[in-house]
């Protein structure tokens, strides 16, 4: 059973750095294309990021504004979100979510998701 557990939440000032993990177990990780998503408070979820089997590929949403980097280590089974300039308007739960086909920046393309974790950024 895949099973994907985030952590490196939390609340941070508006400029503050945060760097999200996220880790994979049950599965052969380098498989698996790995996407960073969002959801603030009254919105829909939205890709932010995502990064191909070997890590060669990366592609982000226009927002990210080299401000988000998304990677990932195959040896530990983790994909990682670094996020810096933090602004108030990042206060979400972000979910990372594993995607079997190939890699998409659509949410109905991934096969398993995380919990989630809490970022809150006060101004």
């Known amino acids: 059973q895949v099973q994907l557990v985030e952590t490196g939440g939390g609340l941070v000032q508006a400029g503050d750095s945060l760097r999200l993990s996220c880790a994979a177990s049950?599965?052969?990780?380098?498989?698996?294309?790995m996407g960073w998503f969002r959801q603030a408070p009254g919105k829909e979820r939205e890709f932010v990021a995502r990064?191909?089997?070997?890590?060669?590929?990366?592609y982000n949403a226009d927002f990210v504004k080299g401000r988000i980097t998304i990677s990932r280590d195959n040896a530990k089974n983790t994909v990682y979100l670094q996020m810096n300039s933090l602004k108030p308007e990042d206060t979400a739960v972000y979910y990372c979510?594993?995607?079997?086909?190939?890699?998409?920046?659509?949410?109905?393309?991934?096969?398993?998701w995380g919990q989630g974790t809490q970022v809150t950024v006060s101004s």
């Open positions: 979510a594993a995607d079997l086909s190939g890699g998409s920046s659509s949410e109905r393309d991934y096969d398993y």
């Open positions: 049950g599965v052969t990780f380098n498989i698996l294309s």
């Open positions: 990064i191909s089997r070997r890590g060669g590929s990366v």
